[in-house]
């Protein structure tokens, strides 16, 4: 089986260490995958530059429309979620992808719209030639095990005025 990245932790950039290893597989002519969790919005840099990195580069989304906030999901948000592993396992086996990106699928796990041993069950069916990055706050300790690396993100330092400025998001 492939590898398996983790990045968590409550700092900024998660899905930017995912972006980096994507944009080197992609850089070698490798089919990159990113299966978005509990994300809809599409004016962002990794949604935006799709079709310019095609066919490589696929992205899809599988997020509430206009969600905004962990208080705020519903049985829709776990269906979702739900759909989208197993849209990430029919990717894995239909397109063979080099790299599966599933950002935020340790928030999605958190809020309890997927179990843990569904997800670990799909680690475990990937084919060797298919490493998977796992993104989001609060992964929870059985995925800390599973993958073979892990970072934890933390702000030391982050203006707030530059999370999201002028309508620009990372």
């Known amino acids: 089986m492939g590898h398996v990245y983790l990045y968590t932790g409550t700092g900024a950039g998660k899905t930017a260490n995912a972006l980096g290893l994507a944009l080197r597989s992609v850089g070698h002519k ?12 599409k004016n962002t840099g990794e949604y935006q530059i799709r079709k310019m990195l ?8 599988f997020g509430r429309k206009g969600w905004i906030g962990l ?12 759909r989208a592993l197993a849209f990430a396992e029919r990717i894995v086996r239909q397109r063979k992808p080099h790299l ?12 309890n719209l997927l179990s843990v041993k569904e997800v670990v069950d799909f680690l475990n069916r990937l ?44």
């Open 71 to 82: 208080g705020n999901l519903n049985e829709e948000d776990a269906q979702l979620a739900h």
């Open 30 to 41: 490798r089919k990159v995958v990113i299966i978005q969790f509990l994300k809809w919005w």
């Open 127 to 170: 084919p060797k030639s298919t490493d998977v990055v796992l993104t989001g706050r609060y992964a929870p300790d059985e995925l800390l095990e599973r993958a073979d690396f892990v970072n934890e993100v933390k702000d030391v330092k982050s203006p707030k005025e530059m999370v999201m400025t002028k309508g620009i998001q990372y």
């Open 54 to 61: 095609q066919p490589y580069y696929e992205i899809y989304q």
């Open 100 to 111: 599966l990106v599933l950002d935020e699928i340790n928030l999605a796990l958190y809020c």
